[in-house]
C-alpha cells in the first residue's frame, strides 16, 4: 500500500486514466448539503487566499487494461464524483458562452485533461465509470439538456453547480484555481493488500456508509473483479430489490434466526462479519441463502405470500399496518417450513392469524412490549424442541404462546374483555385504533370496505355517537348525570363509529344524527352503523347494550385459540433477567440460556457464578476496577470486593476479584442486572428456565387470593390518605400486584405495587401519545431538585427512551406481600408517598382550574367523612359529584341487594353534591330506576307525588327531585368556610328529608 499527498486535479489527469466505481458501491448519494460545502469551502479558498484545502483520501486500486489504467474506486467515489459534475458543469457553461473567462479554450482544457478521453471509443470516452444504475446519467449530462435524467442525484447536483457558477459569485477562473488547491491523500492498493481491512480502517469525509452498505462491499470487494459483476447482478441486486433496500434491517433479521441473538442497530456490520467468519461457507453458498431469506423478507414487506390464499394476505397487510418488526425472524422462519414442505398453506394461514391476534390482545390489554423481542426470537426454536420435529407445528405454536407468563402472556379471555370494555379506545395510536375499526367493519363479510385507504385520506373519521362537546339537548337527553355519563364513556368503543360525514354530524342530536339525509346512520353504507340507525335515543342503556355487542364480537374476531397438545415431557417455565416482576418464590433453576449456548445448573448459585464468570472473561476490567475501588457509595460496593475476607461467603470469579453468594435468589438476580448494565449487556438475553415446584402448583391461586386480600386491607387506608383528591376513588380490591389511581389527565396515573420482595410507588405517564409523556417527563425532569426536597427524598427518574410511557419511582425494599406482618407498613407506605408524590408533580401538570376543582372535591369529601350523620361513598365520586347516603333517607329507600343501580350500587339513591364550575355547589336528590321491583317503584311514584321531577317520564331511568339553594366556594378554599356552608345545605336536606318521611309516614 502506498500513500502520498497529491491535488486532487493531479489524481483526476491523464488521458489514459479510468476511474471505475466497483459494482459493490452504493449509487452516488451527496446531498444538497454536501455539495453547498463544498462550493462555501472553495469560495473561501478565493476569498481568503488560502494555498490549499484538504479534501479527504483516496483509496484505489490500480488495475492495467491493455492501454488504460484502471482505478477502481474503494473509497472516496462521492468526492472524485462531485469534483467531476462541478468541472463539468464549468465545461458547459464556459462552451455555451453563459460565463466569462480569460482562458478562450478553458473548456477544451478542463473536459481533455480530467472528463473525457478525446481519442477514445464512444462507449469509453468518459473518464469517470459510476455504478450501472448511475452511468447513463453521467452520459447524458455530455449531451442535450432536454435528455437529462432529472431523476437522478448526480443530475441534481449538477444542475446545483450550473446554477451557482452561472452567478459568477467568484469569477470562474479563481474557482478552478481553487479546484485546483484541493489536496487529497491518494491511497494505492498492492496486490495483496486487504482492500476490506483498509476501506473498515479509513475515516474519510463524506456521508456515513449504512450497514447494508458495509456488508456488501464486504462480500463482494475480496472477489475477483469479473466475479464482483456476476455476484452483484446475480445476488446483491435482487436482495436489495426484495429488501426495499433496507439491507441493514433485513441482515438483522437475518442473523437474528441464524443466531438466535438480534444485533444492535448500529451493530449489524460487525455482527455479520464475525457470523461470516464463524460459519466459513463460499460467497454463493452465502449469497444464496441471504436471498432465500430475502424473498421471505419481501413477501412480509410487500403483503404478498405467493401462496394463492387472499386471506393470508390481508393479514400480512394488517400485520404490516400494525408496524411491528419483532415478529420478522419468526415469520420468515415459518415461510422457510412451508417451503420445505414442513407445514401447509393453511397451517400458515393459522399461524399468522394467531400472531395478529396475540399482538392486537396485548396491546388491548396494555401488556409491555418489551418481551416480544425475545419471545419471537426464540418461538421457532421452541417449538421444534418439544419433539424435535415440525410435525404438528401450529398446535405446539399455539401451547408454546398460551403458555407464557406475565409480560409475555396471551391475555385469556377475561383479561381481554374487560379492557376492551373499559379501553380508552379514541385515544389509542393511530395504527392499533385504525386497525380496531377495520377488523369490526370487515370481518366476516365478502363486500368489504377499504377502511384503511379512506382513513388514511380522511374519507372516513372516527365519530363520537354521545358527541366530545355536550350540547343541552344532548345533556336533557342523558339525564340527571349527564356529566358522568359523558366522562366515563366518551372514549370507550361503545360511543365510537365509523363515518364519512363526521362534520355533517358533528353535534347534532342523536335523531337528528340518525335521521340525517346526508351521512345519518339509517343511510350509511357502513355495517358498523347498522345496529345504531335502529335505536330511538342514545344514553346509558344504549352504551351498556352496545358494549356488550362490541366486546361479545371481538371474542369472535380475536378467539383465543385452543390446543390439545401437551409435551410429553413438561417444559420447563421461563423467564428473563429483564422480568422484574416475575415471582421467583419457591422456585428451583433447572438451567439457564445466554446468547446462543444453554446450561444444566443446580441451584441459583450455580448460574450466578456460570454467569459472572462468563461476562468477567469477556471483560475482566470491568469487576477488576469495581473490586478494588475505594469508594463505598455504589450499589455493588457490598457485593464485589478484592478481600475475600470482606464478604461473608465469597466466591472467587479472578484473582483478587470476589463477589457475595450468601444472598436470596432475589438479591442474586438484582446484582445480576446491576452487572449487566456495567457490562451493557441485554437482560432479556438471559434466560431462566425453572422447575416445577409445591409452592408453583398452588402459586397461581394462591398469589392472587394474597393479593386480593392485600388491596382490601390497604385499599380503604390508601382511599382515606387521597380523599382530598379522590385519586382511587374508583378503584376495587383486584389479583393484580398493582392498584392506580387517576387524576384527570388521560393516561398519566399514580400506581401502588405489592411486590414479593417490595413496595413501590409509580409515577407513570403512559398515554397514547409518546411526545406528551416525554414532554410531561422533561417538564417534571427539570424540577426536579425542587420536587426532590419537597419530597426530601431522591427518586428513581426514567424517560425510557426506547419505550412510550415514562415514569419515576420510589421503592421500599425488605417487606413483601406474602408477610402479612408487613402489610400495616406496606400500606401506610403506599397511601402517604403516592399522596406526597401526587402532591409535588401534579402542580406542574394540571392547569389552575383542574387543582382548584380537585381541591373543592377534596374538601367535600373531607367534610362529609367529618360528619357522623352521612355515609360517604368515596368509590362514586369524582371532580363533579361527591355522593353521600343517609340513614333516614335509606329507611325510605332501602338498599336492594343483587340489584345493582345505575351507580352499581345496592342502593339506589344518592345525596349529591354538584361541582361543575368552581364558583358554586349544591345538594341534590337523585334516584336510579335499574333493576329496582315494582314495590321500590311504587314508593319512587309516590315520592315523585310530593316532590315532583323536573322531567316527568313514564319510562324513567334517573330523577332528580330535590336541591338545596347554592353555595358560594371561597377563592381560598377554606375548609372552614366551606364546612360552614355545606352544614346549612345539610340542614335544607334534612328538613326535607324529615318532610317526606313524614308524608310517606315512615
Not at 117 to 137: F, G, M, Q, T, Y
Not at 222 to 244: H, S
Request: net charge negative; aromatic share 12%.
Amino acid at each position: 500500500m502506498k500513500g502520498s499527498e497529491a491535488k486532487m486535479t493531479g489524481f483526476m489527469e491523464g488521458a489514459d486514466k479510468r476511474f471505475v466505481i466497483p459494482v459493490y458501491q452504493r449509487k452516488y448519494d451527496w446531498k444538497y448539503d454536501n455539495c453547498r460545502q463544498l462550493y462555501d469551502d472553495l469560495k473561501k479558498i478565493v476569498l481568503d487566499g488560502r494555498s490549499s484545502h484538504f479534501f479527504g483520501s483516496i483509496v484505489s486500486a490500480v488495475v492495467p487494461n491493455g492501454s488504460k489504467i484502471e482505478y477502481h474506486i474503494i473509497d472516496g467515489q462521492q468526492r472524485l464524483t462531485t469534483i467531476s459534475l462541478l468541472l463539468l458543469a464549468i465545461r458547459n457553461l464556459i462552451a455555451q458562452g453563459k460565463v466569462t473567462t480569460t482562458d478562450g479554450k478553458l473548456d477544451e482544457q478542463i473536459s481533455q485533461r480530467f472528463l473525457v478521453s478525446p481519442w477514445a471509443s464512444e462507449d469509453d470516452r468518459i473518464k469517470l465509470r459510476p455504478v450501472k444504475s448511475d452511468r447513463d446519467a453521467l452520459a447524458k449530462l455530455f449531451g442535450d439538456e432536454e435528455d437529462y435524467d432529472r431523476s437522478s442525484n448526480l443530475t441534481i447536483n449538477y444542475q446545483f453547480f450550473y446554477e451557482m457558477v452561472a452567478k459568477e459569485e467568484i469569477p470562474v477562473a479563481d474557482l478552478y484555481a481553487a479546484i485546483a488547491k484541493l489536496e487529497i491523500i491518494s491511497i494505492t492498493l498492492d496486490q495483496g493488500d486487504n482492500a476490506q481491512f483498509i476501506f473498515e480502517s479509513l475515516n474519510s469525509t463524506g456521508l456515513a456508509l449504512t450497514e447494508g452498505d458495509k456488508i456488501r462491499n464486504y462480500v463482494l470487494m475480496g472477489l475477483p473483479a469479473q466475479n464482483q459483476t456476476k455476484y452483484y447482478d446475480t445476488y446483491w441486486t435482487k436482495i436489495e430489490k426484495c429488501t426495499a433496500n433496507d439491507v441493514s434491517g433485513f441482515v438483522r433479521d437475518y442473523l437474528s434466526i441464524k443466531q438466535q441473538v438480534t444485533p444492535t442497530v448500529s451493530n449489524v456490520y460487525q455482527s455479520f462479519k464475525s457470523f461470516s467468519e464463524t460459519v466459513a461457507l463460499p460467497v454463493d453458498v452465502l449469497l444464496t441463502d441471504l436471498l432465500r431469506y430475502a424473498r421471505f423478507f419481501d413477501k412480509l414487506l410487500n403483503c404478498k405470500s405467493g401462496l394463492n390464499e387472499q386471506k393470508l394476505d390481508d393479514c400480512l397487510y394488517r400485520l404490516m399496518r400494525l408496524g411491528i418488526v419483532v415478529t420478522r425472524p419468526f415469520l420468515m422462519e415459518v415461510l422457510r417450513l412451508h417451503q420445505d414442505s414442513k407445514v401447509t398453506t393453511d397451517d400458515v394461514l393459522k399461524i399468522f392469524l394467531i400472531t395478529e391476534n396475540y399482538l392486537f390482545r396485548r396491546n388491548i390489554c396494555e401488556v409491555p412490549t418489551n418481551a416480544l423481542n425475545k419471545i419471537f426470537l426464540n418461538l421457532n426454536k421452541e417449538i421444534i424442541r418439544y419433539d424435535n420435529t415440525a410435525d404438528n407445528y401450529v398446535a405446539k405454536f399455539i401451547y408454546a404462546l398460551l403458555s407464557k407468563k406475565e409480560s409475555g402472556r396471551f391475555p385469556d379471555d377475561e383479561e381481554f374483555a374487560s379492557a376492551l370494555a373499559e379501553k380508552q379506545v379514541y385515544q389509542m395510536r393511530g395504527k392499533y385504533k385504525a386497525y380496531l375499526f377495520e377488523r369490526f367493519e370487515n370481518y366476516g363479510t365478502i363486500e368489504t370496505k377499504d377502511v384503511y385507504t379512506h382513513l388514511d385520506n380522511n374519507v372516513y373519521t372516527i365519530e363520537h355517537i354521545m358527541p366530545q362537546h355536550l350540547t343541552p339537548a344532548w345533556t336533557e337527553s342523558l339525564g340527571a348525570n349527564a356529566a358522568e355519563i359523558h366522562e366515563a364513556w366518551l372514549h370507550l368503543l361503545a360511543n365510537l363509529t365509523l363515518t364519512g360525514y363526521n362534520p355533517n354530524l358533528s353535534n347534532n342530536t342523536f335523531t337528528e344524527k340518525r335521521d340525517a339525509k346526508d351521512g345519518g346512520y339509517k343511510v350509511s353504507g357502513l355495517k358498523m352503523n347498522q345496529k345504531i340507525a335502529t335505536k330511538s335515543t342514545w344514553g346509558l342503556p344504549e352504551l351498556k347494550e352496545r358494549n356488550e355487542e362490541m366486546v361479545k364480537l371481538a371474542m369472535e374476531i380475536w378467539a383465543c385459540p385452543e390446543t390439545a397438545f401437551v409435551p410429553a415431557e413438561k417444559e420447563f417455565d421461563s423467564c428473563t433477567l429483564d422480568d422484574e416482576n416475575y415471582d421467583l418464590t419457591g422456585r428451583d433453576i433447572a438451567r439457564y440460556s445466554y446468547l446462543t449456548t444453554e446450561q444444566p445448573v443446580t441451584s441459583w448459585t450455580d448460574m450466578f457464578e456460570h454467569v459472572v464468570k462468563f461476562l468477567h472473561q469477556k471483560d475482566k476490567s470491568v469487576l477488576t476496577s469495581l473490586a478494588f475501588s475505594s469508594k463505598d457509595n455504589t450499589e455493588l460496593a457490598a457485593y464485589v470486593s478484592s478481600d475475600e475476607s470482606g464478604l461473608r461467603s465469597a466466591l472467587k470469579i479472578d484473582d483478587n476479584v470476589y463477589v457475595e453468594k450468601n444472598t436470596s435468589t432475589a438479591m442474586k438476580i438484582s446484582i445480576l442486572r446491576r452487572i449487566f448494565a456495567l457490562y451493557e449487556a441485554d437482560p432479556m438475553d438471559l434466560v431462566f428456565y425453572l422447575k416445577d415446584s409445591e409452592s408453583k402448583k398452588t402459586s397461581d391461586a394462591s398469589r392472587y387470593e394474597i393479593r386480593r386480600r392485600y388491596w382490601e386491607y390497604a385499599l380503604p387506608i390508601i382511599q382515606a390518605q387521597h380523599v382530598h383528591r379522590g385519586t382511587y376513588s374508583n378503584c376495587t380490591p383486584t389479583t393484580s400486584n398493582t392498584e392506580s389511581g387517576f387524576f384527570g389527565i388521560s393516561g398519566f396515573n399514580v400506581s401502588c405495587i405489592a411486590n414479593y420482595d417490595n413496595a413501590r410507588i409509580d409515577f407513570y405517564l403512559g398515554s397514547s401519545d409518546t411526545k406528551k409523556n416525554k414532554d410531561a417527563f422533561d417538564l417534571l425532569y427539570s424540577h426536579k431538585d425542587d420536587i426532590e426536597e419537597e419530597l426530601g427524598i431522591s427518586i428513581e427518574w426514567d424517560r425510557a427512551d426506547t419505550y412510550k410511557a415514562s415514569w419515576m419511582c420510589y421503592v421500599l425494599n425488605g417487606v413483601s406481600i406474602t408477610n402479612e406482618a408487613d402489610w400495616p407498613r406496606m400500606a401506610k407506605f403506599h397511601a402517604e408517598w403516592s399522596d406526597k408524590i401526587c402532591g409535588a408533580m401534579l402542580p406542574y401538570l394540571q392547569d389552575v382550574n383542574s387543582i382548584r376543582l380537585q381541591n373543592i372535591a377534596g374538601a367535600f369529601r373531607e367534610w362529609a367523612m367529618a360528619r357522623s350523620d352521612v355515609e360517604l361513598n368515596i368509590a362514586k365520586c369524582n371532580r363533579t359529584y361527591t355522593r353521600f347516603t343517609t340513614p333516614g333517607m335509606t329507611a325510605i329507600l332501602p338498599d336492594l341487594l343483587d340489584a345493582p343501580s345505575g351507580w352499581n350500587t345496592d342502593n339506589h339513591y344518592f345525596y349529591e353534591i354538584i361541582n361543575r364550575n368552581g364558583k358554586e355547589a349544591y345538594i341534590q336528590f337523585a334516584i336510579s330506576s335499574k333493576n329496582i321491583t315494582d314495590e321500590f317503584r311504587a314508593i319512587c311514584d309516590k315520592i315523585n307525588e310530593f316532590y315532583p321531577a323536573k322531567m316527568g317520564k313514564e319510562e324513567w331511568l334517573w330523577r332528580t327531585l330535590f336541591r338545596t339553594s347554592n353555595i358560594s366556594i371561597p377563592q381560598d378554599l377554606s375548609q372552614d368556610t366551606i364546612s360552614t356552608s355545606l352544614d346549612s345545605c345539610l340542614a335544607e336536606m334534612f328538613a326535607f328529608e324529615a318532610d317526606l318521611a313524614e308524608k310517606m309516614k315512615v
